[in-house]
């Protein structure tokens, strides 16, 4: 029986699981974004949570072109770029704090995005 051909996508396996969980978690969060614009009657509330919207679809974007990659150094590449998001992210949190009314829900968008933060590391 041959011997299976090594893949380069199982020789990281940890990162690349935590880019699944990633991509997982920021579909989480971007869900319960769209719950919070949901709720808001607030044009100027909906305006910048549709900002953090968007900034949050760029990075699974990015995310899922690192999934995606077959090739060692295009991953690194893709989670290098992943990596220089938390700073965004972390300022992500203070804001959604102050635009989500109901706490229950910012608070499940906090630790979603405190989570995604968390995933990035692992990369």
Do not use: C, W
Request: glycine share 8%; no cysteine; proline share 4%.
């Amino acid at each position: 029986m041959p011997a299976p051909i090594p893949s380069s996508a199982n020789s990281a396996g940890a990162p690349r699981d935590a880019v699944d969980s990633l991509v997982s978690q920021l579909t989480i969060v971007l869900g319960q974004i769209v719950d919070a614009s949901r709720n808001t009657a607030d044009p100027t509330a909906l305006l910048q949570l549709h900002t953090e919207y968007l900034a949050l679809q760029g990075i699974l974007t990015q995310a899922t072109q690192a999934q995606l990659a077959k090739d060692d150094s295009i991953f690194g590449q893709a989670t290098t770029t992943l990596k220089a998001q938390s700073k965004v992210l972390d300022g992500m949190k203070e804001q959604i704090k102050g635009l989500v009314k109901d706490v229950d829900l910012a608070g499940k968008i906090v630790g979603g995005v405190t989570q995604v933060i968390a995933l990035i590391a692992k990369l």
